[in-house]
């Protein structure tokens, strides 16, 4: 099961990507799992993706972005459904 994340900007508003793959805001923090939040120092992207856009009942609207928070951990984020969680992180 994927870890559910909060991903916030600078005024501690959810950060949401619209339809057309654009942030609400820089990401400024996280908090993965309920843990105190760890500012964001960087991030890219983000990535949408409409996977399985041609079988009725299966498509998936998500998008993925790559943040980096001061202590050093890096995350592969993707939201689906207005909801941000941990697809990978990296060492």
């Known amino acids: 099961m994927p870890l559910s994340v909060e991903l916030l900007d600078g005024s501690g508003a959810p950060v949401a990507v619209d339809g057309r793959g654009v942030m609400s805001g820089a990401p400024a923090s996280l908090a993965v799992c309920g843990a105190p939040p760890s500012p964001v120092v960087a991030f890219a992207g983000p990535w949408p993706a409409d996977e399985r856009w041609w079988e009725a009942g299966r498509r998936r609207r998500r998008a993925r972005a790559q943040v980096v928070t001061a202590g050093g951990d890096a995350y592969l984020l993707v939201s689906e459904g207005g909801r941000w ?5 990296y060492d």
């Open 85 to 89: 969680s941990v697809e990978a992180s």
